[in-house]
T-cell receptor, first 115, second 117 residues
Framework: AQSVAQPEDQVNVAEGNPLTVKCTYS??????LFWYVQYPNRGLQFLLK??????LVKGSYGFEAEFNKSQTSFHLKKPSALVSDSALYFC?????????????FGKGTTLSVSS | DTGVSQDPRHKITKRGQNVTFRCDPI?????LYWYRQTLGQGPEFLTY????????KSRLLSDRFSAERPKGSFSTLEIQRTEQGDSAMYLC???????????????FGPGTRLTVT
């Protein structure tokens, strides 16, 4: 069965410092991997995705994520955090081998950036 | 705004009543998805349409739930005989075919928050 784990409920970081939000996944085949961000009272917004190719994926708002097949991880990173990055972040996976299109989401990680 | 829209944004209903939610996807997207999100959890997949055809349903979609997309544009999600456990945020998303294909990102609406009292 497909699954996603986000081991940290909350990540706290000071503005200007690098941030990492962790994600590990489990699929039977090759994964499609996504990161979404959710601000209060707003819908999920797409940040970036990994389909194939370069393991380092760059996305919106200066975020990037590194796909590590051996560790089955897809951690979200940003070199310098902003207070405005404070939000709820979701990692999601879809198994390329599955016929369906449903995304499987993790529980989410709340990122808090202090000034 | 050309994003995914959902109506209503909030719905409070009494247990046992029926409710219906509407989703208008991005106009050129022919794939439409419904998810449910409860507090402290990520979205959970409910069902998926390609054009007007409902191609996939989660086991979370009990007999009390029905979804339609009659003309391949907007979609409705109806819950009959609501239960307190149905209280959640119901999210709609859409995605294109073509080059986006099965690996394309899904674009989410703001959601409908259902409270069953």
């Amino acid at each position: 069965a497909q699954s996603v784990a986000q081991p940290e409920d909350q990540v706290n970081v000071a503005e200007g410092n690098p941030l990492t939000v962790k994600c590990t996944y489990s699929v039977s085949g090759n994964p499609y991997l996504f990161w979404y961000v959710q601000y209060p009272n707003r819908g999920l917004q797409f940040l970036l995705k990994y389909i194939t190719g370069d393991n380092l994926v760059k996305g919106s708002y200066g975020f990037e994520a590194e796909f590590n097949k051996s560790q089955t991880s897809f951690h979200l990173k940003k070199p310098s955090a902003l207070v405005s990055d404070s939000a709820l972040y979701f990692c999601a996976v879809r198994d390329m081998a599955q016929a369906g299109t449903a995304l499987i989401f993790g529980k989410g990680t709340t990122l808090s950036v202090s000034s | 705004d050309t994003g995914v829209s959902q109506d209503p944004r909030h719905k409070i209903t009494k247990r046992g009543q029926n409710v219906t939610f509407r989703c208008d996807p991005i106009s050129e997207h022919n794939r439409l998805y419904w998810y449910r999100q409860t507090l402290g959890q990520g979205p959970e997949f409910l069902t998926y349409f390609q054009n007007e055809a409902q191609l996939e349903k989660s086991r979370l979609l009990s007999d009390r739930f029905s979804a339609e997309r009659p003309k391949g544009s907007f979609s409705t999600l109806e819950i009959q005989r609501t239960e307190q456990g149905d209280s959640a945020m119901y999210l709609c998303a859409s995605s294109p075919t073509g080059t986006g294909g099965m690996d394309g990102e899904q674009y989410f609406g703001p959601g409908t928050r259902l409270t069953v009292t």
